[in-house]
């Protein structure tokens, strides 16, 4: 089965958010897809940093260990950086100036493994050619 989607770092913060209720049910609703192999998705390697760095602040370092142990659990693949994702990385940032280097990084490993689609609300990344941003719907 092909990648459906790429996680953004976003997703993650929605599938633990208290205050949105319809955000996390949406994001439990595709993780249980993903825990029946209904779907088959995967974060980039990047993401991983970004959550130790956000997440990680806010809520320690052992619960981020933790919280990506149980994605993976759930059939969340985690995609390395690459060389084709790191020259890809390097010239959406030159395209596309105002993208952080993280998210060139994570929008290559949509283009390259998951046809562009990425799970995010992070507006930004439509600026970025190819990239189809999904949030609150159907994957």
Not at 23 to 44: D, E, H, N, R, T
């Amino acid at each position: 089965m092909a990648l459906k989607a790429i996680l953004d770092t976003m997703f993650y913060f929605s599938y633990y958010n208290p205050e949105n209720r319809e955000m996390a049910a949406w994001s439990k609703l595709i993780i249980q897809k993903i825990s029946k192999g209904q779907i088959k998705v995967a974060s980039s390697a990047i993401t991983v940093t970004e959550l130790y760095n956000t997440m990680g602040k806010i809520l320690g370092v052992d619960t981020v260990k933790i919280r990506i142990a149980s994605a993976k659990s759930s059939n969340i693949n985690i995609i390395p950086v690459t060389e084709d994702i790191a020259e890809l990385a390097g010239r959406i940032t030159l395209n596309t100036p105002k993208i952080p280097l993280a998210d060139a990084i994570i929008a290559s490993a949509a283009l390259i493994h998951a046809k562009g689609v990425l799970v995010t609300d992070d507006e930004h990344f439509k600026t970025i050619k190819g990239i189809k941003v999904k949030w609150l719907s159907d994957l």
